[in-house]
């Protein structure tokens, strides 16, 4: 598992017992993903409502540049709450994300936690 790629991960819930199976990226990076049980993950959703914020990165499978990342329909990468889940949890690899939309997501993060 590599730092881009796009996965199924079941997320535990926080606030009650239970978990989601749902797509996210991997944003951690390569040595700690070789390294440690743990991995960090931004969430994907096809809830479209935060298109446009700083901290979200929308994805478009039927664009040359979301063609790689094995979603079905257009998405929003929401780099503003990434989660730390065991490595155990993420089941597969579905696709992975283009350059341009690593940038985003890089971009997304940087606002996410205010980095220059």
């Given at each position: 598992?590599?730092?881009?790629?796009?996965?199924?991960?079941?997320?535990?819930?926080?606030?009650?017992?239970?978990?989601k199976?749902?797509?996210?990226?991997?944003?951690?990076?390569?040595?700690?993903?070789?390294?440690?049980?743990?991995?960090?993950?931004?969430?994907?959703?096809?809830?479209?409502?935060?298109?446009?914020?700083?901290?979200?990165?929308?994805?478009?499978?039927?664009?040359?540049?979301?063609?790689?990342?094995?979603?079905h329909?257009?998405?929003?990468?929401?780099?503003?709450?990434?989660a730390?889940v065991?490595?155990?949890?993420?089941?597969?690899v579905?696709?992975?994300?283009?350059?341009?939309?690593?940038?985003?997501?890089?971009?997304?993060?940087?606002?996410?936690?205010?980095?220059?």
């Amino acid at each position: 598992m590599n730092r881009g790629d796009v996965v199924i991960a079941d997320f535990p819930f926080q606030d009650v017992p239970g978990s989601k199976v749902r797509p996210a990226v991997v944003v951690q990076n390569d040595a700690d993903n070789q390294t440690l049980a743990n991995t960090i993950l931004a969430m994907i959703t096809g809830n479209l409502a935060n298109v446009g914020r700083a901290t979200n990165v929308l994805v478009a499978p039927s664009t040359p540049e979301g063609a790689s990342s094995g979603l079905h329909g257009p998405s929003l990468i929401k780099c503003g709450n990434p989660a730390t889940v065991r490595q155990q949890r993420v089941l597969r690899v579905i696709g992975r994300l283009s350059d341009v939309l690593q940038q985003s997501v890089n971009d997304a993060l940087k606002a996410a936690l205010e980095l220059p």
